[in-house]
């Protein structure tokens, strides 16, 4: 079974400054992957990056990028340049391959940016 | 393209009513999830489906039955609701189960309140 940990309740960061939102996992697979969500306020899920355990490199898109330490299993969401708009729930998600794509997810981190 | 939509958007229902909500996806994916979301515990798996006429359980599929008569609908039935089941349904769907293309894309919610 897989089970992902992210141990910030909440975070808070200043606009246009960086911010990592942790997230550990547990799975016996040899291959899997990972997700992150964001979920704001009107309560929509949102993807944002996939992250292969086979893939050699970080993957980004845009302002994010996730930091895949494969030793340590964890999988950190970076948002740079933080927004106003990035104010919103996040979720770390992991997906074993024989799973049919099922999702297990983390308990999520509400991040909030002050202007 | 609608996406993935849900009815109904709210619903409030006594201990013991049946209710059924629906998911619906117009973009041909084979795959469709059913998630519960509680505070703090993030999102479970209820059930799935990997095709048309098929159906399996998830993490907690107690006290639901599903149904997917049709590609693109997938039924989530409360027989006799309890207050436990108070919380917000989001349905997904994916086109793939492939690693790197399972982004799953999800409907707006349905906020379930069992009195």
Same mark, same amino acid.
């Given at each position: 079974a897989q089970k992902i940990t992210q141990t910030q309740p909440g975070m808070f960061v200043q606009e246009k400054e960086a911010v990592t939102l942790d997230c550990t996992y547990d799975t016996s697979d040899p291959s899997y992957g990972l997700f992150w969500y964001k979920q704001p306020s009107s309560g929509e899920m949102i993807f944002l990056i996939y992250q292969g355990s086979y893939d050699q490199q970080n993957a980004t898109e845009g302002r994010y990028s996730l930091n895949f330490q494969k030793a340590r299993k964890s999988a950190n969401l970076v948002i740079s340049a @933080?927004?106003?708009?990035?104010s919103a729930m996040y979720f770390c998600a992991t997906s074993p391959?024989? @799973?049919?794509?099922k999702l297990t997810f983390g308990q999520g981190t509400i991040l909030t940016v002050h202007p | 393209n609608a996406g993935v939509t849900q009815t109904p958007k709210f619903r409030v229902l006594k201990t013991g009513q049946s209710m059924t909500l629906l998911c619906a996806q117009?973009?041909?994916?084979e795959y469709m999830y059913w998630y519960r979301q509680d505070p703090g515990m993030g999102l479970r798996l209820i059930h799935y489906s990997v095709g048309e006429g098929t159906t399996a359980k998830g993490e907690v599929p107690d006290g639901y039955n599903v149904s997917r008569?049709?590609?693109q609908n997938f039924l989530l039935g409360l027989e006799s609701a309890a207050p436990s089941q108070t919380s917000v349904y989001f349905c997904a769907s994916s086109y793939s189960v492939a690693q790197k293309d399972n982004e799953q894309f999800f409907g707006p919610g349905t906020r379930l309140t069992v009195l």
């Open positions: @933080s927004q106003l708009g990035d391959p024989t @799973s049919y794509g | 117009d973009m041909n994916h008569l049709k590609k």
